[in-house]
């Protein structure tokens, strides 16, 4: 089967938590997998919402419904009221999402004259385990990224996460020394190595229309 006229939901892009009113933590990712996602599931013919974070550069057809956000809570309550108020088919969670946050976020600009600054650090709620939650039925893919770690790992840890967040699919990918690699995983097979984000998304696209 293909993806025509499946309700596709991706998020991408990374995930600012704040610091103060105007500082944030965030991560290097650029979201580019998630917008080639959203571009060749909507190719396919899928009616596709991208739930987008601070990522500049992106060049989306008309057709593909775009919601932007910036910090940790705007992805998590977007998602949630998309999940619950909208009946997709296919979720791919692709966001690099913040693992932590500041214990206390101050509500005004700390002065840059300070000699020393200590932030104490307390994880964030995992997102990925709160779409099955509200939804059952939506077919769920997770990323997992670890660097420079052997296939044997990373896909171990692709494993305890299909497990815990009850995935449909995970894809585990990695960069050691400037060089990409994913697998796609489920508890039966292993699709990999895939040596290039282009060749990732066609893999995962076609999959997951077999798979629905």
């Known amino acids: 089967m293909s993806l025509r006229n499946k309700k596709v939901l991706i998020t991408a892009g990374p995930t600012w938590v704040p610091i103060d009113s105007v500082r944030v933590i965030s991560n290097i990712a650029t979201g580019r997998t998630g917008i080639l996602l959203a571009r060749e599931a909507a ?7 991208l739930i987008l974070g601070p990522y500049a550069e992106y060049n989306l057809k008309k057709s593909i419904r ?27 969670h692709s966001a690099a999402v913040s693992d932590y946050k500041p214990k206390t976020c101050y509500m005004r600009k700390v002065k ?44 171990g840890k692709a494993k305890s996460l299909l497990s815990r967040a009850k995935l449909d699919l995970v894809v585990a ?9 994913a697998y796609i995983v ?7 190595p895939l040596k290039n984000k282009d060749a990732l998304v066609e893999q995962l696209i076609d999959l ?5």
């Open 173 to 181: 990918n990695t960069v050691d020394k400037d060089r990409y690699r």
């Open 112 to 155: 840059s004259n300070l000699k020393q600054w200590r932030l104490e650090l307390v994880p964030t709620p995992k997102i990925i385990d709160l779409i099955k939650k509200i939804d059952r039925s939506v077919f769920l893919v997770g990323f997992k990224f670890e660097p420079a770690v052997k296939r044997e790992i990373l896909v």
């Open 43 to 49: 190719r396919q013919g899928a009616r596709v919402t």
């Open 186 to 192: 489920n508890q039966n097979k292993i699709v990999g």
């Open 66 to 92: 775009l919601i932007h956000f910036r910090f940790f809570n705007e992805l998590k309550d977007i998602l949630k009221r998309e999940i619950k108020n909208n009946k997709y088919d296919v979720v791919i």
């Open 208 to 212: 997951i229309g077999e798979r629905l």
